[in-house]
């Protein structure tokens, strides 16, 4: 079936998702606050919209997909516009002709913000219900902005976080037009699997940089012992290597050499703030300590 899509919020994100549905035959718009945006997506050929527009009954889409940004303010997420487009969307619904909906969050939010922030607004301002009158999914981009459209086109995978099955259905069906493997999961889980994805790029990045200081000041060519270690650490090359559950890291070599190799840095006048933590950590949960968490999951929202 091909439903009809409005994309939400037209940035980079909502532009490659948008053309590339428009590209395998959906009937899809955008509907933004940038008027500048809107009229460069009209001169392309689509249908952009004001967000001012697409009230009192305009509103006939199937699947409404929110790709506004989630911006962080003095380290805290801004959940201003996630929030304004969950009120907007809810208003548009109520003068729409009521029919199954679905809403669909690709922005990147905390767990439990689908739950506790956006079914609840949409709620509110339409009279709908979750689960019966719409559904709802979290379905986590992986674009990088410069490869944005052809990531689109070519995900190397597709995650689904359904409120209920018939939700997740209903956007499995859209993604069966794509090649790449499909997971399902909970609404909390793919919001935190899209954190897990971008924390763990943010700590190779910063542990590669910190080797790189290190060794800089030695003279060492670090490019070339990276491109080495990309083929010998089983890290790199085994992407099973580490997620499963067995435990701080053990063995003949590892804890040794983490620990010796942070006290040559030490000595010799350097500093290795993620190795430190990294020793921290591991020896907090060896030791039966674990580490200081609580439940979090929508804890702050």
């Not at 909502?14 to 509907?31: D, E, H, I, M, N």
């Not at 500093?271 to 804890?299: F, M, Q, R, W, Y």
Request: with cysteine; net charge positive; hydrophobic share 35%.
């Amino acid at each position: 079936m091909k439903y009809k899509i409005c994309i939400i919020g037209p940035g980079v994100v909502g532009q490659a998702t948008g053309k590339v549905f428009a590209r395998l035959g959906f009937s899809t718009s955008f509907l933004g606050g940038n008027p500048m945006k809107t009229a460069r997506l009209r001169k392309e050929g689509y249908l952009a919209y004001k967000r001012d527009e697409l009230f009192d009954g305009g509103y006939d889409f199937d699947i409404s997909m929110l790709t506004v940004p989630t911006p962080t303010v003095d380290g805290q997420i801004d959940f201003g516009p996630i929030k304004s487009a969950s009120a907007g969307l809810g208003q548009r619904l109520a003068k729409a002709k009521k029919k199954y909906h679905l809403v669909v969050v690709k922005s990147t939010v905390p767990p439990g913000t689908n739950r506790k922030i956006v079914a609840p607004l949409i709620e509110k301002h339409s009279g709908w219900k979750l689960g019966h009158d719409f559904g709802l999914c979290m379905n986590p981009e992986y674009l990088r902005e410069k490869t944005a459209y052809d990531d689109a086109l070519n995900p190397w995978v597709i995650l689904i976080g359904e409120y209920d099955k018939k939700s997740g259905d209903m956007l499995e069906g859209v993604y069966k037009k794509f090649k790449s493997p499909i997971y399902r999961s909970s609404l909390e889980e793919a919001e935190f699997q899209k954190y897990v994805h971008n924390l763990f790029n943010s700590a190779k990045i910063t542990f590669f940089n910190e080797m790189r200081e290190i060794g800089k000041k030695s003279g060492l060519r670090m490019n070339k012992i990276f491109e080495i270690t990309a083929l010998s650490a089983e890290g790199m090359w085994n992407s099973s290597y580490g997620i499963r559950d067995l435990g701080p890291f053990s063995g003949n070599c590892l804890p040794k050499d983490t620990k010796a190799f942070y006290r040559f840095t030490r000595n010799s006048g350097a500093d290795a703030p993620l190795l430190k933590t990294i020793i921290k950590i591991n020896e907090s949960i060896a030791n039966g300590n674990g580490l200081a968490i609580h439940k979090v999951i929508g804890a702050n929202l």
